[in-house]
């Protein structure tokens, strides 16, 4: 019975056709997102992607603050408007993927119940293990505490000023500063209760009952277990106990005027008189008794105790490997998923948890196991339940060595690829958010032949020749050195504890394995790697790990080697025969700890500093991405759809994201820089020469420097807007340049910084941007650019188009950012996060539809106006809309269809990218441009029709001899034709009046 209650429910997981994602906030909630549905789902897409919609810190904006798992965020959406919007989408048989968050939770305000315990009570309280918090830091000062990096100046500075102020809050007691409300430890509370206890008790009497009670109390208070207990039952005591107290300081407070008048009179004498430090004694004494350590905020990044996401205070890294913390985290997000409301789960950064391998496994296990109970029953033995499902899993498991195993949830993990690094194939899941192929298909339309010439063109206006492995090894030990310096200290003392252990490695001194683990980290050429024992040392992890050292090696001759030697036995585990049995799981855990530091160091060095820095062609400079790699072939996009089709066919196909540095449609501009170099850089001669009076001299140098000159223009060419800008329009677009070049400069850390802000060169770089884009539309530089941005616009248009077609039908799921749906030139966050124009998206839509329903077999003349009036991005949403509803009807072909790479011949055959997908007798031929500078000569015409393809064209099977195709775009039917004894396709035939070619087999 238990084994086919496990094969029913563990049967079809609901795969996404297409999802799109939407970014819920304070303006955009579930009541807008249910307006929206019927919308996507004409536009074909079959789920929406959600951003995550459980409760966050206050006014958060991005919802990965998360404060509280169990409930919505109240901003946009009560539990009842969550369950229509799911009704309106069930109703359309359309799914919902929710965004979860395992690794941290948002600690910012005191909604977060979890981590106010853990500040109120210390190692004692009940959420203690909940955090990643080391109670035992190397600091002796903050031995059973936490560091609080919430000051703004140095802790005795602001006491002095007066910034702590204690308040009495119903029965408890808590410090404030400005809005930051800290719980203070309930035995702490005899110094406050206790400082007017002689005045009272003269006031009133011994034996008066209210002093009486407040004796009593204070007592009850000196027999509460101390915040460093870790005894379970002491802990339930204390607890139990600090409530029953809390409730009945509240009644004799409530009760006695003379009592109130003592508290306040207490309060008042604590909090101090400015100008007086002496008068903060008590405050101060209060404050050295909790269990948390307020501290100065820059203290945070050599002494902080807490792991947190990358290097953002506000977030703490939560212990989701812990059961009890893993049920509580997600029985809301399991709760939908059992009733239906949530079909499937998109995972944040699973690189920041502790066993990504187990979480994922931990995911489909709880996922089976209360889809087989809703079968069987409350009556159905748990145990039988579990130890089956736990064989099912055993079983599905040995599936992954040959082929792709099944799972019963939809999950895919937000897992960034490095080059060569493959997603690990025991990871129980459906695939990742699809950034590799984001970076694969942004490859096709880089001119690779011309990366010599833009190193030049780069290198001549910097002043410097640039070589992105240097950049990326030096960043990555700069946030080693300033933004996650603490994290790199307790790794050393970490390995130095390890090291003492055996007499082979003791000697290793404190500094010296801080420096070299500080090597390996900067040399890793990946996030990090997935190691838990002896037994999961992966051939992948261990070349990583090798690469590493040998790197480290490389750059530092003047190392001993054996201090390298055992740090690379060390993180393979290698040397776990020389350690006692008893020392061996301290091993493990060192490991476990450093692949879980090396993934914030990546980010925050390589996307968050060096994609700053190095500014060659910025479209390169995308998440996953190798910046250094100019451009890529056909053969290694098939290659990796090929790989993907195989290994992960559901994974998510990305081109914008919340995350990424430009939208789809600013890359697909620059990309085509790519293509005219010498125009590219005689531009930017005119340009410096125009603008070079329009800087400022700060420290001695003229700013901005040449490098943010140099993004500030390729910025200007990828997102300027399409047509005429209204006077209003035009000043948002320069404000939000000013915006982004502020984040860009301080993202870059070489002249300001959000830690160290340099005004002077703030305020040069924004001064510059505002003079070099005035209101004048005469001016001479907006004149010149406007006649590049014209050319580069115009053929970026179809690399867009080429790109979303082989989005769309590659293998995999294709995934939607809001908006871009038409031309979105949108940059980083926040700039993509502004509200869409769906009111101007919808009238578009129903149009496109109408016209469709009334024309369908021929398309010919919508498909030539929209070519016309390509600005407008009509012509993006009718491929989208077209392809996706052709997707809808035809899922299997997509699903499990074949992918057949295939081949063009001709004069331009090099300027083609085209594959088929084949299922049964269903077949799909998809045909895209690609450098279409090059392939019409360099001029602005569209590459249709007989004059841009001349005699190129795709070659078929020979079983293919005279079969038709339909263009769906179009609606033409195409026939093959014999050429040389070969069966082709003329692509002066296929793209005759649409840039772009979706063709279907035809029956005979």
């Known amino acids: 019975m238990v084994a086919a209650a496990i094969k029913q429910a563990a049967a079809g997981p609901r795969i996404p056709c297409a999802t799109y994602r939407l970014q819920f906030n304070r303006d955009f909630t579930f009541r807008d997102a249910q307006d929206l549905v019927p919308y996507l789902d004409d536009l074909g897409i079959s789920d929406v992607y959600a951003s995550p919609i459980f409760k ?6 991005h919802g990965y603050d998360i404060c509280d798992h169990s409930q919505f965020n109240p901003a946009v959406g009560s539990m009842e408007e969550f369950e229509s919007f799911s009704a309106v989408l069930h109703g359309r048989e359309m799914g919902l993927l929710l965004d979860v968050v395992p690794n941290h939770m948002g600690i910012g305000d005191c909604s977060n119940v979890w981590w106010m315990d853990v500040l109120e009570n210390g190692p004692s309280s009940s959420f203690a293990s909940y955090f990643d918090i080391d109670w035992h830091p190397v600091r002796p000062e903050l031995q059973n505490k936490v560091l609080l990096p919430i000051l703004g100046d140095q802790y005795g500075k602001e006491l002095s000023r007066g910034a702590f102020r204690l308040t009495y809050e119903d029965g408890a007691f808590f410090v404030r500063y400005y809005d930051i409300r800290l719980p203070v430890a309930p035995r702490s509370y005899r110094s406050i209760l206790g400082h007017q206890l002689p005045t009272l008790a003269q006031a009133l009497g011994e034996s008066h009952e209210h002093v009486r009670e407040l004796r009593s109390i204070l007592t009850a208070l000196s027999y509460l277990p101390l915040q460093t207990e870790r005894d379970p039952e002491k802990i339930a005591e204390r607890n139990r106990e600090k409530e029953l107290i809390k409730r009945r300081i509240a009644n004799l407070h409530s009760n006695s005027a003379y009592v109130r008048a003592a508290v306040d009179m207490a309060v008042q004498a604590f909090n101090g008189t400015p100008r007086d430090p002496r008068s903060f004694d008590l405050l101060h004494d209060l404050l050295e008794a909790q269990a948390y350590r307020p501290a100065f905020w820059r203290v945070a990044v050599e002494e902080i105790n807490y792991r947190r996401f990358f290097d953002v205070n506000e977030l703490a890294a939560i212990r989701v490997e812990l059961p009890q913390v893993f049920e509580s985290t997600h029985e809301l997000a399991f709760r ?57 899993f055993i079983e599905q498991s040995s599936r992954a060595q040959s082929n792709s195993p099944f799972w019963p949830l939809y999950v895919v993990a937000e897992k960034i690829l490095c080059e060569k690094e493959a997603l690990p194939s ?29 190193d030049k063109i780069y290198g001549r206006f910097i002043g410097s020749e640039a070589v992105f492995s240097n950049l990326v090894n030096s960043t990555k030990k700069m946030i080693m050195l300033v933004s996650l310096v603490g994290e790199i200290n307790a790794l050393g003392h970490q390995l130095e504890r390890v090291a003492e252990k055996n007499r082979l490695y003791r000697d290793f001194t404190l500094n010296s394995l801080v420096f070299a683990i500080r090597e390996v980290i ?82 925050k060095g390589v996307e968050d500093t060096a994609f ?39 994974s998510l196909l990305a081109t914008s994201t919340h995350d990424t540095k430009r939208s789809e449609d600013v890359r697909s501009r620059l990309n085509v820089l790519s293509e005219i170099p010498k125009e590219w850089g005689a531009a930017l001669t005119r340009w410096s020469r125009l603008n070079g009076s329009k800087k400022t001299t700060v420290d001695g140098e003229l700013a901005p420097d040449r490098n943010d000159e140099y993004l500030l223009y390729q910025t200007l060419l990828g997102t300027w807007p399409d047509g005429t800008p209204t006077a209003e329009e035009f000043t948002r677009y320069r404000e939000r340049i000013v915006e982004y070049m502020q984040k860009a400069t301080k993202e870059a850390k070489v002249h300001t910084s959000w830690v160290n802000p340099n005004d002077q060169y703030d305020k040069a770089v924004q001064d510059f941007v505002r003079s070099v884009l005035p209101d004048d539309r005469d001016d001479p530089f907006v004149g010149d650019l406007l006649a590049l941005h014209r050319r580069v616009a115009f053929h970026g248009r179809f690399n867009a188009l080429s790109q979303v077609l082989l989005k769309l039908t590659a293998p995999g799921v294709p995934d939607f950012y809001q908006g871009t749906e038409l031309w979105d030139y949108s940059l980083v966050d926040p700039d993509n996060r502004r509200p869409v124009d769906y009111q101007l998206r919808r009238p578009l839509l129903a149009e496109l539809k109408n016209h469709v329903a009334r024309h369908e077999h021929e398309l010919t003349a919508l498909a030539r106006e929209l070519l016309d009036d390509a600005p407008d991005g009509r012509i993006k949403m009718y491929l989208i809309y077209r392809t996706l509803n052709f997707r809808r009807t035809h899922r299997q072909l997509f699903d499990t269809g074949g992918y057949l790479p295939l081949q063009a011949k001709g004069e331009k055959q090099d300027h083609v990218c085209a594959f088929g997908r084949t299922k049964g007798s269903k077949e799909i031929l998809v045909v895209v441009p690609r450098l279409t500078v090059g392939l019409v000569g360099g001029i602005e015409q569209p590459p249709v029709g007989l004059e841009v393809w001349n005699d190129t064209r795709l070659v078929l099977r020979p079983e293919q001899r005279g079969q038709r195709f339909r263009n769906i775009f179009t609606g033409e039917v195409l026939s093959a034709s014999e050429k040389e004894g070969i069966w082709v396709l003329p692509l002066a035939e296929a793209c005759a009046h649409f840039p772009v070619a979706l063709l279907e087999l035809q029956p005979e």
């Open 336 to 392: 939908l998923l059992e009733e239906g409301k949530v079909t499937g789960l998109r995972i944040d950064h699973p690189d920041g948890l502790r066993s990504p391998h187990d979480y994922f496994r931990l995911l489909q296990e709880n996922f089976l196991l209360r889809r087989v109970r809703i079968q069987l029953g409350p009556t159905a033995s748990q145990v039988d339940m579990g130890e089956a499902i736990s064989r099912w």
């Open 612 to 650: 700053y820095v190095y500014n060659r062609l910025v479209s390169l400079n995308e998440v996953g991405g190798h910046p250094e790699r100019f451009g890529g072939s056909v053969s290694v996009f098939h290659h990796e759809n090929t790989k993907r089709q195989r290994d992960w066919p559901h």
């Open 56 to 61: 966050p810190r206050s006014n958060s904006s």
């Open 426 to 454: 025991d990871w129980m899941l459906h695939g990742n958010t699809g950034y590799d192929f984001l970076n694969a298909v942004n490859d096709l339309f880089v001119d690779g032949s011309n990366c010599g010439a833009f």
């Open 522 to 603: 900067a040399a890793l050429p990946v996030y990090r790697t997935y190691i838990s024992g002896t037994n999961s040392v992966g051939q992948q992890d261990q070349s990583q790990i090798e690469t590493a050292v040998a790197e480290a090696k490389k750059r530092n001759p003047r190392t001993a080697t054996p201090i390298f030697d055992f740090i690379q036995d060390t993180l393979l585990l290698r040397n776990i025969g020389d350690f006692a049995e008893e020392d061996r799981g301290a091993l493990v855990d060192l490991v476990m700890k450093f692949q879980q530091v090396t993934g914030p160091i990546m980010a």
